[in-house]
């Protein structure tokens, strides 16, 4: 049954807080889960199962699905549509606040989702610095947001550094807002983030990586010296010193930046002595 009729029964509107645009082309939900390369082995991990259409599916091609629903009206929509798969269960949280290491302990998983668009960011976040991380994720996202995630040096940002260092990103496939009810403003894309078992780059530690590149990012189009001083809290002078020594131009910008160049550069700053 389409999510309208399904939530038309249950007398629930669709809230746009929520990021509730739910996909019901059965097209496009049979292609996220063979892009998602299922064996049947695997335990899921679905966020905003919504009325349960892509869950339906994922608990068909794999072994297990946890589904993660922030919206409790949908409970009763989800325990009709889920009855005839018990090896899906929902649980009704914030992802955000979920300690997913902690729950699934040893076990791999996968994350599959077409996610609530307004927090994207955050759940890759929260996904990726888990001191457990899924094997790979599957998530259909805002188009333009895909794009960001999986851009090249010119044109890179925060996010492109945090979630390219983690795995290896790429657009798998696309959707029209038709695809969706209610239809979203904007079109969709599907990203798969392989992720990797040890950092692609050679780092001295994760905080270091991450704190030379946000300072880099911390002052949008100055220049790295001037940026990079800024956000660490050293002068331009210094800052400068420090991008030659990794053999950076200190007049070069954050978004041009290389993943191994900002490695390089979290090498040098960790081996500069403290003053
Ligand atoms: N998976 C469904 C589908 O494809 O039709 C629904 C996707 S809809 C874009 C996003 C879903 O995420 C909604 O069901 C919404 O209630 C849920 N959601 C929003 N914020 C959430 C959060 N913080 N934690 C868990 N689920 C959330």
Redesign the pocket.
Known sequence: MN?KMLLDQHAIQP?RS???????DPGA?EKIVELADLTGDETVL??????????RYLARAARRVI?????DR?RPVLDSELSDYPNAQVIY??????DVARMMQTEDYVVI???????TS??LRHLLESSHKPRRLVL?VQQEVGERLVARPDDMSLLAVSVQFYGATRIVNRLKPAA?WPR?DVDSAVVRIDVYDQPPVDVPDEATFFRVVRAGFSQKRKQLKNSLGGGLAIGATEAAALLEQAGIDPRRRAETMRLEEWAALSRVVAAKPVE
Do not use: C, M, R, S
């Open positions: 999510p809230k929520l990021g509730q645009n739910f996909l019901h939900l679905e966020i905003g199962p919504g009325t349960g259409a892509l869950t589904a993660v629903e922030l919206d949908l949280q914030d992802i955000l606040t979920l989702a077409n996610v609530p668009y307004y927090i955050a759940i259909t969706f979203p």
